[in-house]
């Protein structure tokens, strides 16, 4: 069984910082591939930024410059830094993180449970 725990969520005003984490635990052999994933009301879920297991790292257009993903091996630890936030970066954000159970198992995805930002005045 694998477990992902998010936090970091919250309102904050337009301009302002937030970080998001997710943390992965329970049975796992290797991770591979991480990331964060956002969903506001009436859209689809869309890519915010990916990190992969050399650290290579990939954005949306619209948070390159402002948001930061990076990643902890040591804590199985995905991170986003989110800068100069602004009030259409409003969403439930997922993280996703691709987990390998065992030696004898292929990289399945995982979802956290999402974690509400909200960007208002």
């Known amino acids: 069984q694998v477990q992902l725990v998010e936090s970091g969520g919250g309102l904050v005003q337009p301009g302002g910082s937030l970080r998001l984490s997710c943390a992965a635990s329970?049975?796992?052999?290797?991770?591979?591939?991480m990331g964060w994933y956002r969903q506001a009301p009436g859209k689809q879920r869309e890519m915010v930024a990916t990190?992969?297991?050399?650290?290579?790292?990939n954005y949306k257009e619209y948070v390159k410059g402002r948001f930061t993903v990076s990643r902890d091996n040591s804590k199985n630890t995905v991170y986003l830094q989110m800068n100069s936030l602004k009030p259409e970066d409003t969403a439930v954000y997922f993280c996703n993180v691709y987990i390998r159970e065992s030696s004898d198992t292929y990289y399945q995805g995982h979802w956290g449970q999402g974690t509400q930002v909200t960007v208002s005045s």
């Open positions: 990190v992969g297991i050399g650290g290579n790292t």
């Open positions: 329970g049975t796992i052999f290797s991770i591979g591939a």
